[in-house]
């Protein structure tokens, strides 16, 4: 179990340096694709490389719980590779991998919510490396106090908090566009949700995020 959880933590941690797209140009997408729909296992394990710690990312995000995440993402690459040929090209294949990962995710929390299992808090996991950036990173490249530290921590916490208790729409956006740091026009291909209503819901769910991390750092959240 703690090679599993050190797995996932590193998946994520890759993640978290990766915040900007994967770098494939058009051409290696296009050879890469190809060499997927002529079934080439090489193909598949390069991109389980290139893609497996952002799908995860976006996933246990999603879920709020590593185990299911760990076992969703492996579900999603083999669909990804079982569904290759419908991939047209409209789309960076990163995005359409996004959309993928996304329904996954979506059924997995239907799934999980007839079976009546909440998602698991994992908050107590928090790594050093997961710690808050505002914490840790400063213009003086200053080491952060360990008070500092643990501060950085508890206020990840509540965005945590804050991003499991929006509802399933509402926390994609803020996934997608937040903390995966993706373009307006790759969530509109994922969602496929006109402009206006991704701005004007993720503008929501940010309000609604921001009162409640607050009512969390005051302590009235009842």
């Known amino acids: 179990m703690a090679g599993s959880v050190d797995a996932a933590c590193e998946l994520e941690a890759r993640a ?3 915040r900007f797209p994967v770098a494939i140009s058009k051409s290696d997408e296009v050879a890469l694709v190809a060499r997927l729909k002529r079934r080439d296992e090489a193909a598949f ?3 389980v490389r290139l893609y497996q710690g952002r799908v ?4 246990y995000r999603l879920l709020g719980d590593r185990a299911e995440a760990e076992d969703l993402s492996q579900e999603i690459f083999v669909t990804v590779f079982k569904r290759i040929d419908s991939f047209r090209g409209d789309a960076k294949l990163s995005t359409w991998l996004y959309r993928v990962a996304t329904n996954h995710a979506k059924n997995r929390l239907k799934y999980l919510g007839r079976r009546g299992a909440g998602k698991k808090k994992e908050l107590d996991e928090l790594t050093d490396g997961q710690a808050s950036e505002s914490a840790t990173l400063t213009t003086s490249a200053r080491i952060a106090r360990p008070d500092e530290l643990a501060e ?3 206020l990840e916490a509540f965005v945590r908090v804050a991003l ?3 509802p399933d729409e509402q926390r994609q956006l803020v996934v997608l566009r937040d903390l995966e740091n993706l ?4 969530i509109q ?3 496929g949700l006109p402009a206006g209503t991704v701005k004007s819901r993720l503008h929501r769910a940010r309000l609604a995020m921001a009162t409640h991390v607050r009512k969390l750092q005051k302590g009235t959240l009842g």
């Open 45 to 47: 394990n390069e991109l």
């Open 16 to 18: 978290r340096r990766d």
């Open 56 to 59: 995860f990312s976006v996933v």
């Open 164 to 166: 499991d208790a929006l």
């Open 183 to 186: 373009a307006y026009e790759e």
């Open 189 to 191: 291909h994922i969602t």
């Open 152 to 154: 950085g921590r508890k």
